[in-house]
């Protein structure tokens, strides 16, 4: 059998049809059966990167995630302080409609166990680390007043994309208004008043958005 010699542009390939596909048709209706025909690759290439639809559905999120990765393009942001980019990054990232689709074509995964466990390794492993400078900018500005950075970000980012996620808990729009305004009241204690009115808004348009239509 001839090597593949660019198994990651393969990969890419295979995400950005999958991408495309999961958010025309839905996690549900797209088979991997459709996913081959339209790469128009065999089904054991497809199968040799991804053992399960649910796989790839997992990688076809962080790909989306990483394409259009808000932590990064703050950084740009230089007439921004610490406490700004971290709002700037909030907002960016619940307005973002590759985003909005792809929660909404995850949402039937967000019963299993397995993915909610991967949710919190990724919160853990991938978000929190990228939050830490900012919230260590916004303590060197004067933006913000937080004692413990790490522990800071490790709550903010676990109730954020955890506790107050719509796909793991079923909640009306006023009661994820309210867990939004507690995680505000809660970062507004530990020293980080990062959720305004501003970025509250934004987040409730998000839930609006992310509700099956």
Do not use: P, R, W
């Given at each position: 059998m001839a090597r593949n010699k660019y198994p990651e542009q393969t990969?890419?390939?295979?995400?950005?049809?999958?991408l495309k596909l999961f958010s025309e048709k839905g996690y549900e209706k797209t088979t991997m059966q459709d996913i081959v025909n339209a790469?128009?690759?065999?089904?054991?290439?497809?199968?040799?990167?991804?053992?399960s639809k649910e796989e790839l559905v997992d990688a076809v999120s962080t790909y989306s995630f990483m394409k259009r990765n808000s932590f990064v393009d703050v950084y740009e942001l230089k007439h921004l302080n610490g406490l700004q980019k971290l709002r700037w990054v909030l907002m960016n990232e619940f307005s973002?409609?590759?985003?909005?689709e792809v929660d909404r074509f995850t949402a039937p995964l967000a019963v299993e166990p397995n993915f909610m466990m991967k949710m919190?390794?990724?919160?853990i492993t991938h978000s929190v680390p990228m939050l830490i400078p900012m919230i260590e900018e916004s303590k060197q500005d004067g933006s913000s007043q937080v004692e413990d950075v790490q522990m800071t970000a490790e709550i903010f980012m676990v109730l954020a994309n955890v506790w107050a996620n719509p796909l793991f808990w079923e909640m009306s729009e006023e009661q994820f208004a309210y867990k939004v305004k507690t995680i505000g009241k809660i970062l507004d204690t530990l020293g980080l008043p990062v959720i305004n009115e501003e970025v509250k808004q934004t987040m409730i348009e998000y839930y609006k958005n992310i509700l099956p239509k």
């Open positions: 990969v890419e390939k295979i995400l950005e049809v999958s790469l128009g690759m065999s089904k054991g290439a497809i199968y040799h990167h991804f053992k973002n409609t590759e985003k909005q919190i390794q990724d919160t």
